[in-house]
């Protein structure tokens, strides 16, 4: 088995090629071998088995002009985002070092994400409030409702917050063949159910970003969003620039009773509580709108900047 061919074929990097065998079966290797040079499987195996082998991200799907399915090598970063979910065990059953080193090196190394999304401004994000964030999916014109598990939480698992199944996808048209969705990843729910889910978002403190078509919302936290614990290195590319911020919060002086509850709740730092005084640093605000809902004076409102 020529392990650098199927390193190429699967596009992983280098510097995590050590641990191809952590991340693929045997049987996985074997057939990955056996594709061409394309990375296309050539030769008759049991359809259960390559319906196996895409659900884990293993391999992808073709549709050939007559409309029969093939099937070819996934790409690792695709494995990787399939392995945290199916094989959720065996994930967290791996060595520490292992896991780490290939979340530093990879899957969360923001020096190797950041820059590029920073590239293509097309695929920016919106931080928006949960009152926007209902009326959008309200308003959504699709049959397509998809909760989906929080990718960051599951790779570096160093949240206690409850994640399961809260980022939310409502596609308008149906989800492409090699989509997460497609694969049977995330579970298809109703729209009342996806509201649900938002809602619940909400409670627990979760920042909601809404995609560039605006079909799906991810519901992030500091402690784990691969954007949100690099603010300090990257905020102020990050903020206003790839993460549209279109709001900020005001703190009326007057009503507050310097209880701290927002300064708890708030992700960015933009509200502080010491000595028995609540600040806010409007420079540091993302316009969230997570700290209101903590609030028992409702003293905090939310504008558009």
Known sequence: MDREKICEKIAMPENIREFLEYLYTPFDLEILAATDNHGSVIQKYRKSWMEHLYNRGVLDKVINDNGKIRYKAGN???????????????WISLPPEVRNTINDRYIMNPDLWIPAMLEHPAYTETVRPIEECVKLLE??????????????????????????????HFPKEKPGINSLDARGISQRVTKEEALDALLYSEKIGMVHKAGPTEENFCNCCSCCCIHHHNTEKYNSQLKGGYIKTPYIIELNQEKCIDCGACAK????????????????????????????SVCPQEALKIRRR
Request: aromatic share 16%.
């Open 139 to 168: 308003n959504s014109d699709t049959q397509y409702y998809y909760l989906a598990e929080c990718n960051c939480n599951n790779y570096l698992m160093n949240c206690d917050k409850d994640k399961y199944r809260i980022c939310i």
């Open 76 to 90: 690792i970063t695709t494995r990787l985002e399939c392995f945290i979910v199916v094989e959720k065990a065996y």
């Open 265 to 292: 709740r708030c992700p960015f730092g933009a509200l502080t509580y010491a000595e028995g005084k609540t600040e806010f640093h409007p420079e540091e605000c993302w316009g969230c709108g997570v700290c209101r």
